[in-house]
């Protein structure tokens, strides 16, 4: 039986971005970002998001187990959203050795930057380091070109190359990868 109590409690704070546990609040904002045609277009359901879909999904996802979401934010505003989910039977996000991540941003102007990554290794970070997992899958539309690149920056390699690609990413993998991005992003800035 699920608890009334949300399954995420976890705030994450590094490379200059904190991500906040999703809560009823943020819905409305959630879905203004995901019904966007840009973002819209890459999720595997390409459809409009109607409110009340948006309220059954946040009911389902926050008090799911299997699932941790979170909303980013980066100088006090929020651009976007985070998430992982166990993909492994009888097994909880805390607990399982594979996840599958998402993300998208919502505030325009930080689409296709560099903060873009902030969030994403933030999450990664404490899903190996603190969690344990040993391994994250992603699955991408071929067609969506921002994303293979965004993930094979990271370190994913393509186990299944289709119109839906499925990519894999170990921690060997994760931390070459990163570290260059890891270094830019961990150095001070002035905001503007």
Same mark, same amino acid.
């Given at each position: 039986m699920l608890s009334d109590e949300p399954v995420n409690q976890f705030t994450l704070s590094?490379?200059? &971005?904190?991500?906040?546990?999703? @809560?009823?609040? =943020?819905?409305?904002?959630?879905?203004?970002?995901?019904?966007?045609?840009?973002?819209r277009r890459q999720m595997l359901s390409a459809t409009l998001i109607t409110e009340e879909q948006q309220q059954a999904w946040f009911k389902k996802t =926050?008090?799911?187990?299997?699932?941790? =979401?979170? &909303?980013?934010?980066?100088?006090?505003?929020?651009? %976007?959203? @985070?998430? &992982?989910?166990?993909?492994?039977? %009888?097994?909880?996000?805390?607990?399982a050795n594979l996840l599958e991540p998402g993300l998208y941003i919502g505030e325009r102007r930080y689409q296709g930057n560099i903060v873009a990554f902030a969030p994403t290794l933030a999450m990664y970070d404490f899903c190996f380091d603190q969690l344990g997992a040993q391994r994250f899958r992603a699955v991408v539309k071929r067609s969506? =070109?921002?994303?293979?690149?965004?993930? #094979?920056?990271? %370190?994913?390699?393509? &186990?299944?190359?289709?119109?839906l690609c499925v990519l894999e990413l170990d921690?060997?993998?994760?931390?070459?990868? @990163?570290?260059?991005?890891? #270094?830019f992003l961990s150095r001070t800035r002035n905001a503007k």
């Open positions: 590094a490379y200059q &971005v904190e991500l906040l546990p999703m @809560t009823q609040a =943020h819905q409305a904002l959630l879905r203004s970002w995901r019904n966007q045609d840009e973002i =926050h008090l799911d187990p299997k699932q941790l =979401h979170w &909303v980013i934010k980066f100088r006090d505003q929020l651009i %976007g959203a @985070t998430n &992982v989910k166990s993909l492994e039977a %009888g097994k909880t996000a805390e607990q969506n =070109h921002n994303a293979m690149s965004y993930n #094979q920056k990271l %370190g994913y390699a393509i &186990v299944e190359d289709n119109d921690l060997e993998s994760y931390r070459q990868a @990163t570290a260059p991005i890891k #270094q």
